[in-house]
């Protein structure tokens, strides 16, 4: 192991110089995950340093190397985010200007945040790597580069003895289940790790597992989107065409049927012209919020004895998945 770019010793001078100025982050049980994959599961909550992400440490460690006259001319930094928030916070901190440039795809928040933490931010490009599609394509733009870079590489070839790959449904799930499971809120990046469990929980079955929540950078809206497609992925919000008669009360009765039966409605669209259906009758699309999948079929039953023919309506691949 002495070849390779970073040894043990480096690893102990550098946690000696960031000692005091770097919040040491827990490793916590995680029962919850644990019953939901069968897998032992830990979590070392790189989420809790000041900046949200276990970037600090490098960004500093870095920092702390610089001479005099190169604090004096200031930082400049290329990322999409978590590396760029790190170097603000401690460049600031040690009185070095800062200067980061981000893929103009970046999540508004780490934006917000690095300016917030008196760095100069300069948006330029689509991704930080040019062999990339746009960064806006990906949950987990903080991992989306084309390859490790060759210090990296070199340290994965020795110590990695597997490497998995997880899609967009599973970053989705990953960062649904652990905010609610475990009341954390997690980017796709740093949730990859769970992901790669939830995706073939077998293969660590029986097993004690650590993950790594490396950041919790998530823009609240693209969060609140994650959120909004579990609820469906789950049946918990669905949409149902219902056909009803269109005379005066019709609607009045098919939403009665619907609170009847515990159903929460939370749009409605009303057609009468563009649906293939008779003069006399309108088509109803209203979207659900319901228990689970069983409470939907309770649903559409009441509401075809109570004379309004209704159907499911799935909106993805992933929906009628799920709805098998």
Do not use: W
Not at 93 to 122: C, H, N, Q, W, Y
Not at 149 to 159: D, E, F, K, P, S
Not at 162 to 184: C, H, P, S
Not at 211 to 235: W, Y
């Amino acid at each position: 192991m002495t070849d390779l770019p970073v040894n043990f010793d480096n690893i102990c001078d550098a946690a000696a110089a960031i000692a005091g100025a770097i919040a040491r982050t827990p490793a916590i049980a995680a029962p919850a995950l644990s019953e939901l994959t069968g897998v032992d599961i830990c979590l070392k909550l790189e989420t809790l340093h000041r900046t949200g992400s276990f970037k600090e440490r490098g960004a500093l460690t870095k920092l702390l190397t610089l001479k005099t006259r190169e604090r004096g001319a200031g930082v400049v930094a290329m990322s999409a985010g978590n590396h760029a928030q790190g170097v603000a916070y401690h460049a600031r901190r040690l009185g070095i200007p800062s200067t980061i440039v981000m893929p103009e795809g970046t999540p508004f928040i780490k934006i917000d945040r690095t300016e917030a933490f008196g760095a100069k931010v300069v948006l330029r490009g689509d991704s930080e790597d040019p062999g990339l599609p746009a960064a806006a394509a990906t949950l987990a733009e903080g991992i989306a580069v084309k390859e490790p870079g060759r210090l990296t590489r070199q340290i994965v070839r020795a110590l990695v003895s597997e490497i998995r790959l997880v899609d967009e449904v599973g970053l989705e799930g990953a960062v649904e289940t652990l905010l609610e499971r475990q009341k954390l809120v997690v980017e796709g990046a740093g949730a990859a790790g769970l992901a790669a469990v939830l995706a073939a929980p077998g293969r660590f079955r029986d097993r004690r597992v650590a993950i790594v929540i490396t950041g919790g950078n998530m823009d609240s809206r693209l969060l609140a989107s994650i959120l909004m497609r579990g609820l469906v992925r789950e049946g918990r919000l669905v949409r149902l065409r219902c056909e009803l008669p269109d005379v005066p009360g019709a609607l009045s009765r098919l939403s009665g049927v619907v609170g009847k039966h515990a159903g929460n409605i939370v749009e409605v669209h009303h057609q009468r012209l563009f649906h293939d259906t008779s003069v006399k009758r309108a088509e109803l699309d209203v979207v659900v919020e319901t228990q689970n999948r069983r409470h939907v079929e309770v649903l559409i039953a009441a509401l075809v004895a109570a004379g309004f023919p209704t159907q499911l309506l799935l909106s993805s691949a992933a929906d009628q998945h799920a709805a098998k």
